[in-house]
Nanobody
Framework: QVQLVESGGGLVQAGGSLRLSCAASGGTFSRYRIGWFRQGPGKEREFVGYISQNGGSTATSTSVKGRFTISRDNAKNTLYLQMHSLEPEDTAVYYC???????????????????WGQGTQVTVSS
């Protein structure tokens, strides 16, 4: 099984940028689809984006499209979430999660991800 550890969160002013990292260990990283989710105060966990096993396919939610970019380096067992033009509404705990894909799974469904990191807090001040 794979273990995931997020890092890079912090406090940033609106309009600023942050890059989150998700380091994987204990498994073959390149076998997993990886997703980013977030959970704001008093909100349900929300899909942010995902990247395919080889990095050739990505998708992001409409709320972050054009501002957030997902990438991965399988040689370093690391996933990245580059965030630009941050807004106070982006304040949340951000999680990376790993999925061993099977037919019928969907990249935006948190229940289809088996392994989760502990999360990293991102706070955007206005």
């Amino acid at each position: 099984q794979v273990q995931l550890v997020e890092s890079g969160g912090g406090l940033v002013q609106a309009g600023g940028s942050l890059r989150l990292s998700c380091a994987a260990s204990g498994g073959t990283f390149s076998r997993y689809r990886i997703g980013w989710f977030r959970q704001g105060p008093g909100k349900e966990r929300e899909f942010v984006g995902y990247i395919s096993q080889n990095g050739g396919s990505t998708a992001t939610s409409t709320s972050v499209k054009g501002r957030f970019t997902i990438s991965r380096d399988n040689a370093k067992n690391t996933l990245y979430l580059q965030m630009h033009s941050l807004e106070p509404e982006d304040t949340a705990v951000y999680y990376c999660a790993a999925m061993l894909y099977h037919v019928g799974m969907h990249y935006s469904a948190p229940t289809d991800y088996r392994y989760w990191g502990q999360g990293t807090q991102v706070t955007v001040s206005s």
